[in-house]
């Protein structure tokens, strides 16, 4: 078993910057996928960004590149995202998952086993 736990969302103004934080615990083996993933209201949710835990190769959706990085502390059993230059249309509920390995369909959600609570974040003036 994993479980995760997302922190740092939170209300932001278009141009600003936040850092979420995802504390992975329990049995988490070397093959593993950590990800993030966004919902926004009314939408499918999409994957965002994910990091291999064995070898740190990372992973972006378009919409994330060159704005996004995300970040495995394997020391601390920590996966962060930095957002930067977040605009309205980032506003959404933001999920860390976890798969079992990395599969070229990292991007679909069924993909991966567990999930955090989420947490939520607004980009508004």
């Known amino acids: 078993q994993v479980q995760l736990a997302e922190s740092g969302g939170g209300l932001v103004q278009p141009g600003g910057s936040l850092r979420l934080a995802c504390v992975v615990s329990?049995?988490?083996?070397?093959?593993?996928?950590v990800a993030w993933f966004r919902q926004a209201p009314g939408k499918e949710r999409e994957f965002v960004a994910g990091?291999?835990?064995?070898?740190?190769?990372?992973i972006y959706a378009d919409s994330a590149k060159g704005r996004f990085i995300i970040y495995r502390d394997a020391a601390e059993n920590t996966v962060s995202l930095q957002m930067n230059s977040l605009q309205p249309e980032d506003t959404a509920d933001y999920y860390c998952?976890?798969?079992?390995?990395?599969?070229?369909?990292?991007?679909?959600?069924?993909?991966?086993?567990?999930w955090g609570q989420g947490t939520q974040v607004t980009v508004s003036s």
């Open positions: 990091v291999t835990w064995r070898n740190y190769r990372r």
């Open positions: 329990g049995q988490i083996l070397s093959s593993y996928l």
């Open positions: 998952a976890a798969a079992p390995e990395y599969r070229n369909t990292y991007y679909q959600s069924k993909e991966y086993t567990y």
